[in-house]
């Protein structure tokens, strides 16, 4: 095993060796662009609405709201209608714990911090959204636990219309430019509830993660 070992390593290192260290380093720090497509360069109500359009296709649901009070009604009421759970797993995030839970979801019971392995429900704020597949971005971070994005049977995400860009090249410059060139330690790309089809090709919801993904999109679009 360590021969097979040795022996992978030094083929590696012969590899890098007869690359250019200098193109290397100029593509990395370049971050060069392929083809845009041409849905990915709307403007941004027709963002939003490719955005809609891409998650619904994916088996997502989405609900426009005009302000963050009014997430906790939301929230309530999509439970209330599909008979799911009254309980609720915030992402530690202030911004969402201080929300009127008392006055607006009575009944609901909430809590905040990471997922744990009864949780039926998560809320999670979306860094972003990409309108032309219609993907919500989540990093990972002190406020934003990245197993409420996965263990819940159903996942809801708080999106800002105004954070719904055309492509995923414009995400890697946003979260570069947020932490200083360097990326955050994961990111996730979300397009719709898990699915898999490995059994006899047939679509199954819920494999591998939440069966439900409920996006609330707050706001109104921006140039």
């Known amino acids: 095993m360590t021969d097979s070992r040795n022996r992978i390593l030094e083929h590696i290192r012969r590899s890098?060796?007869?690359v250019k260290d200098e193109v290397v380093d100029r593509r990395l720090s370049e971050h060069p662009r392929g083809p845009i497509p041409a849905r990915g360069l709307l403007?941004?109500?027709?963002?939003?609405?490719l955005f809609t359009e891409q998650a619904c296709s994916v088996e997502a649901t989405v609900s426009r709201l005009a302000t963050v009070r009014d997430i906790p009604e939301a929230v309530a009421e999509y439970l209330?209608?599909?008979n799911l759970p009254a309980t609720l797993r915030l992402a530690p995030d202030r911004a969402l714990i201080e929300l009127p839970w008392a006055e607006k979801a009575s009944g609901l019971e909430v809590y905040s911090g990471r997922a744990e392995a009864d949780d039926a429900v998560s809320l999670v704020p979306a860094y972003a959204g990409?309108?032309?597949?219609?993907?919500l971005i989540l990093h990972s971070g002190a406020e934003r636990p990245t197993g409420l994005n996965f263990l819940p049977d159903t996942h809801i995400v708080t999106l800002e219309a105004k954070d719904i860009v055309g492509t995923y090249e414009e995400i890697w410059d946003r979260l570069r430019h947020l932490h200083d060139g360097r990326l955050p330690r994961t990111v996730n790309m979300i397009t719709g509830p898990s699915r898999t089809a490995d059994i006899e090709q047939t679509i199954q919801l819920g494999a591998h993660g939440p069966r439900r993904l409920h996006i609330l999109v707050i706001g109104d679009p921006e140039d």
């Open 16 to 18: 890098r060796a007869a």
């Open 43 to 49: 403007p941004s109500a027709e963002r939003l609405a």
């Open 80 to 82: 209330r209608e599909r």
């Open 130 to 135: 990409v309108a032309e597949t219609g993907t």
